[in-house]
T-cell receptor, first 115, second 114 residues
Framework: AQKVTQAQTEISVVEKEDVTLDCVYE???????LFWYKQPPSGELVFLIR??????QNEISGRYSWNFQKSTSSFNFTITASQVVDSAVYFC????????????FGAGTTVTVRA | DAGVTQSPTHLIKTRGQHVTLRCSPI?????VSWYQQVLGQGPQFIFQ???????GRGNFPDRFSARQFPNYSSELNVNALLLGDSALYLC?????????????FGDGTRLSIL
């Protein structure tokens, strides 16, 4: 079974501070995919980033960056120089690679960015 | 191009009734999945369809059923509604049925059971 744990329930920061969201996952698949989604108050889930299990290279995309470490089963996500529009619930999700393509989501972390 | 569209946006039902939720995927996407999101929790997988066949089912009772049509749109049906079925129901589409393809979500249908 797949499991995703987001230990942080809520994070509150002041604008321009960096925010790091933690994600720990469990899976028996050797090939799997990790995602981060954003859910603003309006409700829709917005795809942000994706990482394959066989590629541990960390990347930066604009103000977003992520740190994937297979050794600790962690997939952390950082927003640099946060803005008020970044206020949302952020979900980490896991998808299998062998006929099990459903997304297993964590409970989410609510990020509030204050002006 | 239009994103994933879901209808209706909001729905109020009473216990025991049934409900049908509809979803149109992004043009060219052949896989549709349904998720239930209870307030304060992450989405939970209900069904996945690809090429009109059920390819995955989550841990939901038989009161939940779905289907996918030749144009790849989909319906989720829930019978004998319970108070616990109150949730945001999200539809997601992807081009193919692989773990690599990100799923793109609609705005959801917010279902309230009285």
């Amino acid at each position: 079974a797949q499991k995703v744990t987001q230990a942080q329930t809520e994070i509150s920061v002041v604008e321009k501070e960096d925010v790091t969201l933690d994600c720990v996952y469990e899976t028996r698949d050797t090939t799997y995919y990790l995602f981060w989604y954003k859910q603003p108050p309006s409700g829709e889930l917005v795809f942000l980033i994706r990482r394959n299990s066989f590629d541990e290279q960390n990347e930066i995309s604009g103000r977003y960056s992520w740190n994937f470490q297979k050794s600790t089963s962690s997939f952390n996500f950082t927003i640099t120089a946060s803005q008020v529009v970044d206020s949302a619930v952020y979900f980490c999700a896991l998808s299998g690679g062998s006929n099990d393509y459903k997304l297993s989501f964590g409970a989410g972390t609510t990020v509030t960015v204050r002006a | 191009d239009a994103g994933v569209t879901q209808s209706p946006t909001h729905l109020i039902k009473t216990r025991g009734q049934h409900v049908t939720l509809r979803c149109s995927p992004i043009s060219g996407h052949k896989s549709v999945s349904w998720y239930q999101q209870v307030l304060g929790q992450g989405p939970q997988f209900i069904f996945q369809y690809y090429e009109k066949e059920e390819r995955g089912r989550g841990n939901f009772p038989d009161r939940f059923s779905a289907r996918q049509f030749p144009n790849y749109s989909s319906e989720l049906n829930v019978n004998a509604l319970l108070l616990g079925d109150s949730a945001l129901y999200l539809c997601a589409s992807s081009f193919a049925m692989t773990g690599f393809q990100p799923q793109h979500f609609g705005d959801g249908t917010r279902l309230s059971i009285l």
